[in-house]
């Protein structure tokens, strides 16, 4: 089994900042991809940003939402199974529930998906 755990939400004022966190632990052979994906009340699911792993063919490579590029920085430590965001000059609009998902392999080989059980993050004045 996986097991991810999330830290980081709470109340921030506009303008500010906040680093969300999503270590996953358990049964993994390898990550290939980590994400994080929010929902505010009343609309859909939305990829905030997505990170892969690196392979012999393939670098790592990052994707954000429009809304969320040059203000939002997704990063990851390989050592930790562990994936960050980085929220800087938040606005109203960015409040929702963040919830990472992983994307990787057990040691036998089959591939996993998992989510966490989601963060919230309000900013509010």
């Known amino acids: 089994q996986v097991q991810l755990v999330e830290s980081g939400g709470g109340l921030v004022q506009p303008g500010g900042s906040l680093r969300l966190s999503c270590a996953a632990s358990?049964?993994?052979?390898?990550?290939?991809?980590m994400s994080w994906y929010r929902q505010a009340p009343g609309k859909q699911l939305e990829l905030v940003a997505a990170?892969?792993?690196?392979?012999?063919?393939?670098?790592?490579?990052?994707n954000y939402a429009d809304s969320v590029k040059g203000r939002f920085t997704i990063s990851k430590a390989n050592a930790k199974n562990t994936v960050y965001l980085q929220m800087n000059s938040l606005k109203s609009e960015d409040t929702a529930v963040y919830s990472c998902?992983?994307?990787?392999?057990?040691?036998?080989?089959?591939?996993?998906?998992?989510w966490g059980q989601g963060t919230q993050v309000t900013v509010s004045s």
């Open positions: 358990g049964s993994i052979l390898s990550i290939y991809a």
């Open positions: 998902n992983v994307v990787g392999n057990f040691p036998w080989g089959a591939r996993f998906e998992k």
């Open positions: 990170i892969t792993s690196s392979t012999n063919y393939i670098t790592s490579s990052t």
